[in-house]
């Protein structure tokens, strides 16, 4: 599995940006997918995550009520649309994948995830 994410710039404070993560291959819809983010100096923590069928996500605190995780198995694609941007948002996003079964919720631990992307960056700017 390849994850190409892309949708990163710079936007100010209470702007919006969406981002995606296109995957290869034709196994999409067997794949549980996240969004993670890594700032300068700070480890890789948790967005977003929702199961491959689009009927469980989960949030990281700071990001519910402004980001949304959704996916298109059609296009092979899973979104972040996130607004009210704040300064402390600034990192790089990485979308990340792994197998599950059917019935598996959405997961926010860095080790279940077995596929990552290259990363986009975000800077939102006060």
């Known amino acids: 599995v390849q994850l190409q994410a892309s949708g990163g710039g710079l936007v100010q404070a209470g702007g919006s940006l969406t981002l995606s993560c296109a995957a290869s291959g034709r196994t999409f819809s067997r794949l549980g997918m996240a969004w993670f983010r890594q700032a300068p100096g700070k480890e890789r923590e948790f967005v977003a995550a929702?199961?491959?069928?689009?009927?469980?996500?989960l949030y990281e605190d700071s990001a519910k009520g402004r980001f949304t995780i959704s996916r298109d198995n059609a296009k092979n694609t899973v979104y972040l649309q996130m607004n009210s941007l704040k300064p402390v948002d600034t990192a790089v996003y990485y979308c990340a994948a792994r197998f599950t079964i059917l019935s598996v919720a959405a997961t926010s631990a860095t080790t279940d995830y077995s596929y990552w992307g290259q990363g986009t960056q975000v800077t939102v700017s006060s």
């Open positions: 929702v199961s491959r069928s689009g009927g469980s996500t």
